[in-house]
């Protein structure tokens, strides 16, 4: 496991499309998303330590907020083939047992993974309705221990941009493992 932060957002970067298979068997595009305020891209996968220890707060943080409001979105980039734990029946499994209020697709040519600029498990991009990319950072600050969250980071990034007030600076990175590239990058 490679432990890596993401590098600073390039605010005002606009999202890419994509088209991508999700674990509900339909192809999703970054327009299916647009009736929504605010959307957060979130590269994950199933394996990573770090996305495991935030899995329940991530998925409270989404059935938290409704869809009109801001919609997430969670990509898997893995290698499937080194990583089998990441495979797409897999994902389905996962997503399934854990109730995910989120589309979880998977990026098997890892295109999309590259166009965000994604490094790690889990990387945060937040963006505006306009869909340029307003913050680029951690869930919170206590990755490992949910108990020792004093300060939720994306939650408050969300609700700034609802609020059309500007969002709390610095943005701090996020920390995860690794993407785990198909040519071992």
């Given at each position: 496991?490679?432990l ?24 999703h ?15 994950i996968?199933?394996?990573c ?10 998925i409270?943080?989404?059935a938290g ?13 893995n290698?499937?083939?080194r990583?089998p ?7 389905k ?5 854990k ?5 979880y ?9 590259k ?23 951690r ?12 300060n ?8 700034a941009?609802?609020?059309n ?6 943005q ?10 198909i040519?071992?990058?």
């Amino acid at each position: 496991m490679v432990l890596l932060h993401t590098p600073p957002g390039e605010l005002g970067f606009v999202a890419p499309d994509f088209s991508l298979k999700g674990t509900d068997g339909n192809k999703h595009t970054l327009k299916d998303y647009k009736k929504s305020s605010v959307l957060v891209v979130m590269f994950i996968c199933n394996h990573c330590p770090y996305v495991k220890a935030i899995e329940s707060r991530l998925i409270d943080l989404a059935a938290g907020f409704s869809k009109k409001e801001a919609v997430f979105v969670a990509i898997n980039s893995n290698d499937q083939v080194r990583y089998p734990e990441d495979s797409f029946k897999k994902m389905k499994s996962r997503a399934k047992k854990k109730k995910y209020p989120f589309d979880y697709l998977v990026d098997e040519k890892q295109l999309v993974a590259k166009e965000y600029g994604a490094v790690c498990t889990p990387d945060f991009f937040v963006f505006n309705s306009e869909r340029k990319l307003c913050y680029r950072g951690r869930l919170d600050d206590s990755p490992r221990n949910p108990k020792a969250v004093k300060n939720e980071d994306l939650k408050l990034a969300i609700q700034a941009l609802l609020a059309n007030e500007p969002i709390a600076e610095p943005q701090h990175a996020s920390m995860g493992c690794s993407i785990k590239w198909i040519d071992g990058e």
